[in-house]
């Protein structure tokens, strides 16, 4: 061992320089030397540092210690309430309902298309096919237009647009879908409702579900 490797030990650790760093030091008068100040010095520092712990020292930080968590555990039953509550508005929150989605995806994409393809339809049938179904078409609902008899994905619809106080309306008749229960979705900016007729069953896409709610109740006022 040299001098140099013999200082980089000492600086490491000098309690616990190895047998050659000794032998070395021993024949070294310089090395020893440095050495010996090396563990003077660590020797004060050890002495400095042996301070009499204050009595009541550890309650007081174990206090403020678990004073410092109580914002960290509240914050994470927080976190946890608000995960608790998502899954169960997800969970108990109804799916939206194929069919309703079929017409909001109607008016989106197809409707367009279907109202400038379409000939000039007659308002008549409408209103018969609507009896038929044992609905009601009243002045109140406001200006109903029939557009077309449309191949709607639930079968064959009796397409109409309706101009209410709440917005317009759109309608899809299909008298040859039986239907259970009143079902709904929600897409793209606009709700739809279907909903079961005396015969068939009705979809109404608007852009409030007042909207919706108005509609269905003159429909079914018969």
Same mark, same amino acid.
């Given at each position: 061992?040299?001098?140099?490797?013999?200082?980089?030990? =000492?600086?490491?650790?000098?309690?616990? =320089?190895?047998?050659?760093?000794?032998?070395?030091?021993?024949?070294? #008068?310089?090395?020893?030397?440095?050495?010996?100040?090396?563990?003077?010095?660590?020797?004060?520092? #050890?002495?400095?540092?042996?301070?009499?712990?204050?009595?009541?020292?550890?309650?007081?930080?174990?206090?403020?210690?678990? !004073?410092?968590?109580?914002?960290?555990?509240?914050?994470?039953?927080?976190?946890?309430? +608000? /995960?608790?509550? #998502?899954? !169960?508005?997800?969970?108990?929150? %109804?799916?939206?309902?194929?069919?309703?989605?079929?017409?909001?995806?109607? /008016?989106?994409?197809?409707?367009?298309?279907? $109202?400038?393809?379409?000939?000039?339809?007659? *308002?008549? /049938?409408?209103?018969?096919? !609507?009896?038929?179904?044992? +609905?009601?078409? *009243?002045?109140?609902?406001?200006?109903?237009?029939?557009?077309?008899?449309?191949?709607?994905?639930?079968?064959? !619809?009796?397409?109409?647009?309706?101009?209410?106080?709440?917005?317009?309306?759109?309608?899809?008749?299909?008298?040859?879908? %039986?239907?259970?229960?009143?079902? $709904?979705?929600?897409?793209?900016?606009?709700?739809?409702? $279907?909903?079961?007729?005396? =015969?068939?069953? $009705?979809?109404?896409?608007?852009?409030?579900?007042?909207?919706?709610?108005? /509609?269905?109740?003159?429909?079914?006022?018969?």
């Amino acid at each position: 061992m040299n001098c140099l490797e013999l200082r980089r030990a =000492v600086l490491a650790d000098p309690r616990r =320089v190895d047998t050659q760093a000794m032998q070395h030091a021993e024949q070294c #008068a310089g090395c020893m030397e440095f050495l010996g100040q090396a563990l003077q010095s660590e020797a004060k520092l #050890a002495s400095a540092l042996r301070v009499a712990v204050p009595e009541g020292l550890r309650a007081r930080l174990l206090d403020r210690t678990a !004073a410092s968590r109580r914002p960290v555990r509240w914050l994470a039953l927080a976190a946890s309430l +608000l /995960v608790a509550a #998502a899954i !169960a508005f997800f969970i108990g929150s %109804p799916k939206p309902d194929p069919l309703a989605l079929a017409g909001i995806n109607f /008016v989106v994409f197809e409707e367009a298309q279907a $109202i400038a393809d379409a000939k000039p339809a007659d *308002p008549a /049938v409408f209103a018969r096919v !609507a009896r038929e179904m044992g +609905l009601s078409l *009243p002045e109140q609902l406001g200006e109903v237009n029939y557009i077309c008899f449309y191949p709607f994905a639930a079968g064959a !619809a009796h397409h109409a647009l309706v101009k209410t106080p709440l917005g317009k309306v759109t309608l899809l008749l299909i008298p040859e879908r %039986p239907l259970a229960a009143r079902a $709904i979705a929600a897409a793209y900016g606009l709700e739809a409702a $279907i909903v079961p007729a005396a =015969v068939g069953a $009705i979809v109404i896409i608007g852009e409030s579900g007042r909207s919706i709610g108005r /509609v269905e109740t003159l429909l079914k006022s018969i």
